[in-house]
T-cell receptor, first 112, second 113 residues
Framework: AQSVTQLGSHVSVSEGALVLLRCNYS??????LFWYVQYPNQGLQLLLK??????LVKGINGFEAEFKKSETSFHLTKPSAHMSDAAEYFC??????????FGSGTQLTVLP | DGGITQSPKYLFRKEGQNVTLSCEQN?????MYWYRQDPGQGLRLIYY???????QKGDIAEGYSVSREKKESFPLTVTSAQKNPTAFYLC????????????FGAGTRLSVL
């Protein structure tokens, strides 16, 4: 079985501040991990992926995430938030069944 | 440009009616997926297909049906047996089911009249 927990359904940051979105997973096998972003009434866009190579993964739009096996975490960060980062973010895990299991999402608000 | 096309963008269903959502991809991907998205619940897998003429039920298949007659097409039918069909439906594809790096279409929003 595999599962994903995203801590905080809503996160607000000021423009220029650090963005930190938390994701913890469980998987019975070494997982593949993903972060996706969704803008209103649109599909999901892949931000970055971890597939058992480097533990620090860089993605698009200045985002990065670090795979920490000991903490079963894959938190998403960006050093400086931009207004255009306001969206919903989903963490997902692919485990033994090779099906994606998604977290319930974190809505990011960026304050001017 | 390669991508995944979902149509229509908005769809309305009358009581007792079956409706079909279209999903087409020109990425030459083997695997395709249908998800349902409800507010605050993330995405839930309805059906997936690893190869032409084969498909598997996901977590919430009841009231839905699919076909995979062509590699590029994976239509989803929402039948009258689905009593709560109002949701945002997302189609995705991946080069293969093992790597499972999925790319998504823009979605279809289904509402009940």
């Amino acid at each position: 079985a595999q599962s994903v927990t995203q801590l905080g359904s809503h996160v607000s940051v000021s423009e220029g501040a650090l963005v930190l979105l938390r994701c913890n997973y469980s998987s019975s096998v070494p997982p593949y991990l993903f972060w996706y972003v969704q803008y209103p009434n649109q599909g999901l866009q892949l931000l970055l992926k971890y597939t058992s190579a480097a533990t620090l993964v860089k993605g698009i739009n200045g985002f990065e995430a670090e795979f920490k096996k000991s903490e079963t975490s894959f938190h998403l960060t960006k050093p400086s938030a931009h207004m255009s980062d306001a969206a919903e973010y989903f963490c997902a895990v692919s485990g033994s069944a090779r099906q994606l299991t998604f977290g319930s999402g974190t809505q990011l608000t960026v304050l001017p | 440009d390669g991508g995944i096309t979902q149509s229509p963008k908005y769809l309305f269903r009358k009581e007792g009616q079956n409706v079909t959502l279209s999903c087409e991809q020109n990425l030459n991907h083997d695997a395709m997926y249908w998800y349902r998205q409800d507010p605050g619940q993330g995405l839930r897998l309805i059906y997936y297909s690893q190869i032409v003429n084969d498909f598997q039920k996901g977590d919430i298949a009841e009231g839905y049906s699919v076909s995979r007659e062509k590699k590029e097409s994976f239509p989803l039918t929402v039948t009258s047996a689905q009593k709560n069909p109002t949701a945002f439906y997302l189609c995705a594809s991946s080069i293969d089911h093992y790597k499972n790096i999925q790319y998504f279409g823009a979605g279809t929003r289904l509402s009940v009249l």
